[in-house]
């Protein structure tokens, strides 16, 4: 989550896209408010080249945080 003024707190999504796919983050939004209740809906969705891990596979969210 990221800081917000009015909400204390708001989802962030980071995303990686395959090689040759399209990044539409309107879609991506559309999609997740289909699916998921108004407050998980992320506010910001940026594109990131690789989802950083550690040696065994695990997401390493302190990275993402800092960024």
């Not at 309107?26 to 080249?49: F, G, W």
Request: hydrophobic share 40%; aromatic share 6%; net charge positive.
């Amino acid at each position: 989550g990221i800081k917000d003024a009015l909400k204390g707190n708001v989802p962030k999504l980071f995303v990686q896209i395959k090689k040759g796919a399209e990044f539409d983050p309107v879609s991506i939004r559309n999609h997740l408010a289909a699916n998921l209740e108004p407050y998980k809906v992320p506010a910001i969705i940026e594109k990131i080249d690789a989802i950083p891990r550690s040696f065994n596979g695990k997401l390493l969210r302190r990275v993402l945080r800092d960024q």
